[in-house]
């Protein structure tokens, strides 16, 4: 799904180091479709021992934050193991923009491989974001691929950096299979002229 412009409800994670075990156990990644995965997202944070019970110290199944399509998270987002089932976690419980301090490598990665926009942000701004949340009944940003800009009700404005070649995959939702596809009639030549070569006409 192509991302431009989104105004979406705020889920804030005021926790750093938090690792991919965290955002989907590994008892969970049996699955091999991408789909599913929402259910056990952040499973041990949000229920109680018997896996039905929602917790009360984590508020991301109440009513303020359904809907949530931007998670706003500390330093080192992602860490851990280098499993896509995170992002793919993450996208099926419907968040679509990551906001941080800092992630991982491979989990930022990741996140621009699978349609999610992880923007990084100075942790002077990411904690204004997280004391704006706090005095919002419902807090919303607003976040711009394409002018790489973002903004809140509470007048706060920051630029993000996103490499232009993932720009493009995200702003035309293509993954890179669909990107491969764009060449099908190149590849579809060099396999004939290869062919060609290979019997000696």
């Given amino acids: 799904m192509a991302i431009n412009h989104l105004e979406g409800k705020v889920f804030p994670l005021h926790r750093d180091n938090v690792d991919t075990d965290q955002i989907i156990p590994k008892q969970f990644l049996k699955r091999i479709e991408r789909k599913g995965f929402g ?23 109440t009513p303020k934050y359904n809907d949530s399509e931007i998670l706003l998270g500390g330093k080192n987002f992602g860490c851990g193991s280098s499993r896509e089932h995170a992002p793919w976690s993450l996208q ?28 990084s942000l100075t942790e002077d701004t990411v904690d204004a974001l997280f004391k704006n949340e706090r005095k919002a009944d419902v807090y919303k940003i607003e976040v711009s691929l394409e002018s790489q800009m973002l903004c809140d009700s509470e007048g706060l404005i920051a630029p993000f950096e996103v490499d232009p ?30 062919e060609v070569s290979v019997l000696g006409i």
Avoid at 110 to 119: D, E, Q, S, T, V
């Fill in 39 to 61: 259910q056990y997202l952040f499973y041990h944070w949000r229920f109680e021992d018997d896996g039905k019970t929602l917790r009360e110290d984590f508020q991301l199944d």
């Fill in 92 to 119: 099926d419980f419907g968040f679509k923009v990551i906001i941080a301090k800092s992630f991982a490598d491979i989990f930022y990665n990741n996140c621009l491989k699978n349609g999610i926009l992880p923007i």
């Fill in 165 to 194: 070649y993932w720009k493009t995959m995200l702003m035309e939702g293509l993954d890179e299979i669909d990107l491969t596809m764009h060449y099908g009639e190149k590849i579809e030549q060099y396999e004939k002229q290869n």
